[in-house]
């Protein structure tokens, strides 16, 4: 299996931006899709952007699309979420999720397998 640990999140003023950073071990990080997902105070854990293994393919959600973009360094086992023109309601717990099925992007929480202990990301107005 791949151990996920992320890093980058704190405190930021709205219109800020924050580099979130998701480095990998343990497995091949090039057999992995990766996503992004936040939860934020008393809700369900959504998601908010995915990679396909090579860094071919990408999807975000609409809250976050034209703000954000996920990349990947297959080579340095490490997933990025750039987050630009943060806005308060990015406020949440970020964290970095894996997946090893063979299908392409796929937003749904419940099919990434693996998953990272979460960094919070505060936007203050």
């Known amino acids: 299996q791949v151990q996920l640990v992320e890093s980058g999140g704190g405190l930021v003023q709205a219109g800020g931006s924050l580099r979130l950073s998701c480095a990998a071990s343990?497995?091949?990080?090039?057999?992995?899709?990766m996503g992004w997902f936040r939860q934020a105070p008393g809700k369900e854990r959504e998601f908010v952007a995915t990679i396909s293994r090579g860094g071919t393919r990408s999807a975000y959600a609409d809250s976050v699309k034209g703000r954000f973009t996920i990349s990947r360094d297959n080579a340095r086992n490490t997933a990025t979420l750039q987050m630009n023109n943060l806005k308060p309601e990015d406020t949440a717990v970020y964290y970095c999720?894996?997946?090893?099925?063979?299908?392409?992007?796929?937003?749904?929480?419940?099919?990434?397998?693996?998953w990272g202990q979460g960094t919070q990301v505060t936007v203050s107005s």
């Open positions: 999720a894996a997946r090893s099925d063979p299908f392409g992007i796929v937003v749904d929480t419940i099919r990434y397998h693996y």
């Open positions: 343990g497995r091949t990080f090039s057999n992995y899709h």
